[in-house]
């Protein structure tokens, strides 16, 4: 069973940064791809951030520029950097996980960005 633990929530005001860590139970190259989403009270689910397997990128319109997702596979770690936080960046962050058969969650991490 794959495990995802996210780390490196917090509180933080606007303008600032912070870096989530997504930690894999096993090799992040078994997955097709690793994404962020986050989930904002009273909000559905939604997209922030994807690497492939081959290591192409892509994200929401609404972090653009300043949100970087990377990985470390001798780590087996996922990261979202996220740079010139804002109010509206306050949610609950999750790491997703795709493999050809199943498709899996962590527990997720609070970020909450201050005016």
């Known amino acids: 069973q794959v495990q995802l633990v996210e780390s490196g929530g917090g509180l933080v005001q606007a303008g600032g940064s912070l870096r989530l860590s997504c930690a894999a139970s096993?090799?992040?190259?078994?997955?097709?791809?690793m994404a962020w989403y986050r989930q904002a009270p009273g909000k559905q689910r939604e997209f922030v951030a994807r690497?492939?397997?081959?290591?192409?990128?892509n994200y929401a319109d609404s972090v653009m520029g300043r949100f970087t997702i990377s990985r470390d596979a001798a780590k087996n770690t996922v990261y979202l950097q996220m740079n010139n936080l804002k109010p509206q960046d306050t949610a609950v962050y999750y790491c997703n996980a795709q493999s050809i058969l199943h498709d899996y969650w962590g527990q997720g991490t609070q970020v909450t960005v201050s005016s």
């Open positions: 096993g090799s992040i190259f078994s997955f097709k791809h």
């Open positions: 690497i492939t397997i081959s290591g192409s990128t």
